[in-house]
């Protein structure tokens, strides 16, 4: 796997994976499969231990990513955002090949390919190596998304977001009462909690940060998708 060390936030399919340098953890943005789903491998520096969050698609690929940044046989976590099929395509075969805990929330694990390991909510965290993220429960999009919290002891926080948040406004939801839930449990626990220097990873497309996004957030509301 092609990778760059410049990182952007913006990743290409088909093309090289892009890591950024943390004082304790490095983070490697890969883009897979026909949606551009984004994936991404967390290492922590001082062990060698990995987490994967959103075995999406191409598994070759994801492994690939992995054995660039760190060793498939340090792959120890892999983590799901939520249920939709273009999230968990490789979550089968990713399991199957390398045997890492898995992760997701209760009230989507049912339809997931792989039953977790453990299934985490707000307030839990997920550890890898010596360092660890934080879980938020984000109801909206689908019943059980969740975003995964790194909190640099260096500098910015960095979320991941799955479906639930992007540059320019939330994840699809079905109807309007999934959207005010999603809006609601995104302004109490992510934006009212987090600085604006707080970086974002979504499940598609390039990053933002929250202080890029939080001066939009009556119109989000106001719009009611």
Do not use: C
Not at 9 to 31: C, M, N, W, Y
Not at 204 to 224: K, S, V
Request: charged share 25%; proline share 6%.
């Amino acid at each position: 796997m092609d990778l760059l060390d410049q990182y952007t936030g913006h990743v290409e399919p088909a093309g090289p994976a892009a890591r950024r340098d943390l004082q304790d953890v490095s983070i490697t943005k890969v883009s897979v499969g026909p949606m551009d789903n984004n994936a991404y491998v967390l290492v922590d520096k001082a062990t060698g231990q990995a987490l994967l969050i959103d075995a999406a698609n191409e598994t070759d690929r994801l492994l690939d990513t992995v054995d660039t940044v760190a060793s498939r046989d340090k792959l120890s976590v892999l983590a799901t955002t939520h249920k939709h099929w273009d999230h968990i395509q490789s979550l089968e075969d990713v399991v199957g090949a390398v045997h890492p805990s898995t992760y997701a929330h209760e009230k989507d694990a049912p339809e997931l390919p792989v039953t977790p390991d453990h299934t985490v909510g707000d307030d839990d965290t997920v550890s890898f190596g010596d360092s660890f993220v934080e879980i938020i429960h984000l109801d909206g999009h689908t019943p059980g998304s969740i975003a995964l919290l790194y909190r640099d002891p260096a500098g910015s926080a960095h979320i991941f977001t799955g479906d639930s948040l992007f540059p320019g406004g939330h994840g699809k939801t079905a109807t309007l009462e999934h959207h005010e839930s999603l809006m609601n449990d995104l302004e109490h626990k992510v934006f009212s909690r987090l600085d604006d220097d707080t970086h974002v990873y979504p499940g598609h497309g390039d990053d933002t940060t929250l202080g890029a996004e939080r001066p939009h957030l009556p119109e989000w509301r106001e719009r009611g998708w």
